[in-house]
């Protein structure tokens, strides 16, 4: 590397293409630390779960290539992102970076920063990160259910239950009755948050109406905390609404038997969202009963069918004030079919 010298007063132009000044660059020994090495890192990739997509930087920029006494050795004018990462990419013991300020950047929704020294460019994309975190937490529920698949001793009960988004944005929980409620995350000072909220006085409601602390999250599951309360959620898509049938696997080819897990079902059930109080979905043989609310299904996780194809009534009721309630599936036909 070429040898150049350089004092705290020195004046540099910065050249373009055209050969036409752009602006003044002034020496800056102030270097990246760690934290901000790997913030800029992860701005200046488009690959990977932690890429911060938010801000982008705009180029072209200098940056000052700094010897382990933070002295200046050289600099370097970057036109892109690739560039940026590979310069960073050299970093270790020996050497590191300092970059000419003012430089400026983008924001998703247009918004242009001006960013002045190492402080304001950690606080630019701390808050930019942490705004997106925020919008894929709080948009976690528009993607399938999610259903929490582990928990500490203390709530494994719930181990099975599922959270849904409906289609005006409001959140269902599912467990032996459907929840009306809301879930929203948020940051306070560095630690992610997630506010559930159902309605309702039992015991789900009291277990969940909490404010929980996000521990770990990615694009599949997350992890919430509670005083001693650990629970695990993961996205599951699998399970698919059908328009008019309920299809499953015979158990053996020549039966005409399948199990059908209809407490998953429930979820593809529409009904009056405004509603305050919880809801009890329930499944009937008949639609006599269904009218009685008589002789409900009670294995509900592993119903196994009696003909094939079988038609259930679909009745929702109000667990408060008893009242029967529309909804958009009065019925189903289950179909055993082969899965071979």
């Given at each position: 590397?070429?040898?150049?010298?350089?004092?705290?007063?020195?004046?540099?132009?910065?050249?373009?293409?055209?050969?036409?000044?752009?602006?003044?660059?002034?020496?800056?020994?102030?270097?990246?630390?760690?934290?901000?090495?790997?913030?800029?890192?992860?701005?200046?990739?488009?690959?990977?779960?932690?890429?911060?997509?938010?801000?982008?930087?705009?180029?072209?920029?200098?940056?000052?290539?700094?010897?382990?006494?933070?002295?200046?050795?050289?600099?370097?004018?970057?036109?892109?992102?690739?560039?940026?990462?590979?310069?960073?990419?050299?970093?270790?013991?020996?050497?590191?970076?300092?970059?000419?300020?003012?430089?400026?950047?983008?924001?998703?929704?247009?918004?242009?920063?001006?960013?002045?020294?190492?402080?304001?460019?950690?606080?630019?994309?701390?808050?930019?990160?942490?705004?997106?975190?925020?919008?894929?937490?709080?948009?976690?529920?528009?993607?399938?259910?999610?259903?929490?698949?582990?928990?500490?001793?203390?709530?494994?009960?719930?181990?099975?239950?599922?959270?849904?988004?409906?289609?005006?944005?409001?959140?269902?929980?599912?467990?032996?009755?459907?929840?009306?409620?809301?879930?929203?995350?948020?940051?306070?000072?560095?630690?992610?948050?997630?506010?559930?909220?159902?309605?309702?006085?039992?015991?789900?409601?009291?277990?969940?109406?909490?404010?929980?602390?996000?521990?770990?999250?990615?694009?599949?599951?997350?992890?919430?905390?509670?005083?001693?309360?650990?629970?695990?959620?993961?996205?599951?898509?699998?399970?698919?609404?059908?328009?008019?049938?309920?299809?499953?696997?015979?158990?053996?080819?020549?039966?005409?038997?399948?199990?059908?897990?209809?407490?998953?079902?429930?979820?593809?059930?529409?009904?009056?969202?405004?509603?305050?109080?919880p809801v009890s979905i329930l499944f009937y043989k008949t639609q006599e009963d269904?009218?009685?609310?008589?002789?409900?299904?009670?294995?509900?996780?592993?119903?196994?069918?009696?003909?094939?194809?079988?038609?259930?009534?679909?009745?929702?009721?109000?667990?408060?004030?008893?009242?029967?309630?529309?909804?958009?599936?009065?019925?189903?036909?289950?179909k055993a079919i082969s899965c071979d």
């Amino acid at each position: 590397m070429k040898s150049i010298f350089l004092t705290l007063s020195a004046i540099f132009f910065l050249i373009s293409c055209s050969n036409e000044p752009i602006g003044k660059m002034e020496i800056n020994k102030d270097a990246l630390d760690e934290e901000l090495i790997d913030l800029v890192s992860r701005v200046s990739t488009t690959e990977g779960e932690n890429t911060i997509g938010c801000l982008r930087f705009n180029y072209p920029f200098v940056v000052f290539l700094l010897d382990s006494l933070n002295e200046v050795e050289d600099f370097i004018s970057l036109h892109s992102d690739p560039e940026f990462l590979a310069l960073l990419e050299t970093i270790d013991s020996t050497n590191n970076i300092s970059i000419s300020y003012p430089i400026k950047a983008t924001l998703n929704n247009g918004e242009l920063l001006e960013i002045n020294n190492n402080e304001e460019l950690r606080e630019s994309i701390s808050k930019c990160a942490q705004d997106e975190i925020v919008g894929k937490c709080n948009n976690f529920l528009k993607l399938c259910t999610w259903t929490v698949v582990e928990a500490s001793q203390n709530a494994e009960i719930y181990i099975g239950t599922q959270f849904k988004e409906t289609n005006s944005g409001a959140l269902r929980y599912y467990a032996d009755n459907v929840y009306l409620g809301t879930w929203v995350s948020l940051f306070i000072e560095e630690t992610l948050h997630l506010n559930i909220f159902t309605i309702g006085n039992d015991s789900p409601n009291s277990f969940w109406n909490k404010d929980w602390i996000i521990t770990s999250f990615s694009e599949n599951s997350f992890e919430l905390t509670h005083e001693e309360t650990i629970i695990t959620i993961e996205k599951n898509c699998e399970m698919n609404c059908p328009i008019d049938d309920l299809k499953g696997c015979k158990v053996e080819e020549n039966s005409e038997i399948a199990v059908f897990n209809l407490k998953d079902f429930r979820k593809c059930i529409g009904y009056n969202i405004t509603l305050e109080n919880p809801v009890s979905i329930l499944f009937y043989k008949t639609q006599e009963d269904a009218n009685q609310n008589i002789n409900a299904i009670e294995n509900t996780n592993t119903f196994e069918n009696t003909t094939n194809p079988q038609t259930l009534y679909i009745k929702a009721w109000n667990t408060v004030t008893h009242d029967s309630i529309t909804t958009n599936k009065p019925r189903i036909t289950l179909k055993a079919i082969s899965c071979d």
